[in-house]
T-cell receptor, first 117, second 113 residues
Framework: GAGVSQSPSNKVTEKGKDVELRCDPI?????LYWYRQRLGQGLEFLIY????????KSGLPSDRFSAERTGESVSTLTIQRTQQEDSAVYLC???????????????FGDGTRLSIL | AQSVTQLDSQVPVFEEAPVELRCNYS??????LFWYVQYPNQGLQLLLK??????LVKGINGFEAEFNKSQTSFHLRKPSVHISDTAEYFC???????????FGEGTQLTVNP
């Protein structure tokens, strides 16, 4: 497809389990972002990948959260030893580089709704 | 550091009425400004953006927004709303480097018949 694709769309798991969330960005987009959206709230930045540069991990809430990206393609967000407060929608976005090197507006996937029992 | 404040968490209006969703931001550097719309169980869709140039920007679905640097505002307006405009609207900013977006808490627009 032409848009950002995320999988799974829904994930229910027990507290303490590890989960992996996947994001396929738009082809050719060098930048990839992960955000978390708690119920009734805005989006919180988690992590940002730009090409082969070191990622900006400053938004990750704890060391239980990690993310990887292979080149300029797929990214996975991993949450270890999940807690109930991790329940949220996890949104991925990607963007291309514009003239002057700044990133163009971000395009979002539909998110993964994570529920921790 | 940047922050965004959306002054109204809920805005109910009647169909065909005008609407304004308010957004104020703070930043120590110049910013790009965005409005996104989120329909239930979907991701965010870009409505419009301000990068530079004219302070009045027009977006999709008949929405427009005006950048006011002195008041650090970027309010979203539509002269006549439809039932289909019912959704959550988010204002966001990013620095010129275009890295992370900082979002407001969102405004739920509900259009009633």
């Amino acid at each position: 497809g032409a848009g950002v694709s995320q999988s799974p769309s829904n994930k229910v798991t027990e507290k303490g389990k590890d989960v992996e969330l996947r994001c396929d960005p738009i082809s050719g987009h060098t930048a990839l972002y992960w955000y978390r959206q708690r119920l009734g709230q805005g989006l919180e930045f988690l992590i940002y990948f730009q090409g082969n540069s070191a990622p900006d991990k400053s938004g990750l809430p704890s060391d239980r959260f990690s993310a990887e990206r292979t080149g300029e393609s797929v990214s996975t967000l991993t949450i270890q030893r999940t807690q109930q407060e991790d329940s949220a929608v996890y949104l991925c976005a990607s963007s291309s580089r514009g003239r002057g090197g700044s990133n163009q507006p971000q395009h979002f996937g539909d998110g993964t709704r994570l529920s921790i029992l | 550091a940047q922050s965004v404040t959306q002054l109204d968490s809920q805005v109910p209006v009647f169909e065909e009425a005008p609407v304004e969703l308010r957004c104020n931001y703070s930043s120590s550097v110049s910013v790009y400004l965005f409005w996104y719309v989120q329909y239930p169980n979907q991701g965010l869709q870009l409505l419009l953006k301000y990068l530079s140039g004219s302070t009045l920007v027009k977006g999709i679905n008949g929405f427009e927004a005006e950048f006011n640097k002195s008041q650090t505002s970027f309010h979203l307006r539509k002269p006549s709303v439809h039932i289909s405009d019912t959704a959550e609207y988010f204002c966001a900013v990013s620095g010129f480097s275009g890295s992370r977006l900082t979002f407001g808490e969102g405004t739920q627009l509900t259009v009633n018949p």
